[in-house]
């Protein structure tokens, strides 16, 4: 298993890679519209704002996932982990835990002080996510499961409650992704 920083050399297969994984678990139109998600955000995000990771077997593309740079009123570094896709035959064997940590390390290294995601607390509280609630920090958009709104501090400093809005990428700002 290689952990690689994403190149865009590997958009054309990173992005089959989550339509192929959201179709097999959610439908063929999620994979399609996760499909779509991901080919914006490489499209239409400039390179200080997304910071991609893969796995790969045998230089094949087996899980990606990308941050992409949120805006806090703090002004504090913050990136969002969205979206996550490892390949379905290979899902459950800890893949996704270690590329969050490798792009979570990664990070850390570029002095972000911040990570979020938006998803089931079950599974990003394995790599260090807790649930915020948005009276500490508010979401980019309206949330349909203010449960699944998450964020870990990278630089050993509590986070504290901030006053304001945020503000996520381009390609993220679809309230049909959240
Ligand atoms: C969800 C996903 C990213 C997890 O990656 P993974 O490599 O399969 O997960 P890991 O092997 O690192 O960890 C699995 C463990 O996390 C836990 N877990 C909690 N919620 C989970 C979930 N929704 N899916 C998978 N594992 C989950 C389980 O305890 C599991 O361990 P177990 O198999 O012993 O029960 C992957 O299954 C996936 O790509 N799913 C389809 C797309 C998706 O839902 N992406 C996330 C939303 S953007």
């Known amino acids: 298993m290689k952990f690689s920083l994403f190149d865009e050399s590997k958009s054309l297969e990173v992005i089959e890679l989550f339509r192929k994984v959201f179709s097999e678990s959610e439908g063929q139109a999620e994979g399609q519209v996760i499909a779509d998600f991901v080919t914006n955000l490489i499209a239409t995000t400039a390179p200080e704002d997304l910071k991609g990771c893969t796995a790969e077997i045998n230089q094949t593309v ?97 986070i504290e409650p901030m006053a304001g809005p945020t503000k996520c990428v381009e390609a993220l700002n679809d309230p049909a992704l959240w």
């Not at 792009?103 to 979020?116: C, E, I, K, T, Y």
């Not at 508010?138 to 630089?155: F, M, N, T, V």
């Open 62 to 158: 087996v899980g990606c996932i990308f941050f992409s740079r949120l805006t806090v009123p703090s002004g504090q570094i913050a990136f969002i982990l969205s979206p996550v896709a490892i390949s379905s035959d290979m899902q459950r064997t800890g893949i996704g835990q270690k590329l969050i940590t490798y792009g979570l390390d990664h990070l850390r290294s570029l002095n972000v002080n911040l990570a979020f995601t938006y998803g089931d607390p079950s599974y990003y509280s394995k790599t260090g996510f807790e649930q915020i609630s948005e009276h500490i920090v508010k979401a980019p958009c309206p949330l349909s499961q203010p449960i699944g709104w998450l964020a870990q501090s990278l630089d050993g400093q509590v």
